[in-house]
């Protein structure tokens, strides 16, 4: 009898107990972030585009050779996770302007970990494997 009194008032205080976290004042994962609302931390639709026309800047470079050697081609980080380690990685030939092309990465990557702190971001923190090695198939590197 004791115990089922002592159980009855851990179930009414339990019950009773409210929680205060707010599930709209936690951090969204970046994919579920609206792009127009900087107040609530989330990217101005300036820093979006900035951040998506340098991407496809960045990509169109990756896509512009054809891999017809796996030889010629290289890996790189793309994006940095709130956590650290690269979003992604891309492949790139070397018979373009590396320097140049590296360059836009390493200002994208220091972008996204601008963004990263400035709007307290969250990720998945799951590590991105750095790809082994790069076949061609088809005109285009594929990674191993």
Same mark, same amino acid.
């Given at each position: 009898m004791k115990n089922l009194l002592c159980l009855a008032?851990?179930?009414t205080i339990s019950l009773s107990c409210k929680s205060t976290i707010n599930p709209?004042? =936690?951090?969204?994962?970046?994919?579920?972030? &609206?792009? %127009?609302?900087?107040?609530?931390?989330?990217?101005t639709q300036q820093e979006a585009e900035e951040m998506q026309n340098l991407k496809s800047e960045i990509l169109?470079?990756?896509?512009?050779?054809?891999?017809?050697?796996?030889?010629d081609w290289k890996?790189?980080? =793309?994006?940095?996770?709130?956590?650290?380690? &690269?979003? %992604?990685?891309?492949?790139?030939s070397n018979k373009i302007d590396e320097s140049k092309?590296?360059?836009?990465?390493?200002?994208?990557?220091?972008?996204s970990t601008?963004?990263?702190?400035?709007?307290?971001l969250v990720s998945?923190?799951?590590?991105?494997?750095q790809p082994e090695n790069i076949v061609c198939k088809n005109g285009k590197p594929v990674f191993k």
């Open positions: 008032i851990i179930a709209d004042t =936690l951090p969204k994962p970046l994919p579920q972030r &609206p792009t %127009e609302n900087p107040e609530n931390g989330n990217l169109a470079l990756s896509q512009s050779e054809n891999c017809s050697n796996a030889t890996s790189v980080g =793309l994006g940095v996770k709130a956590c650290g380690g &690269p979003v %992604e990685y891309i492949a790139y092309f590296l360059e836009k990465v390493n200002l994208y990557n220091q972008k601008q963004y990263n702190k400035k709007y307290n998945d923190c799951m590590l991105v494997m």
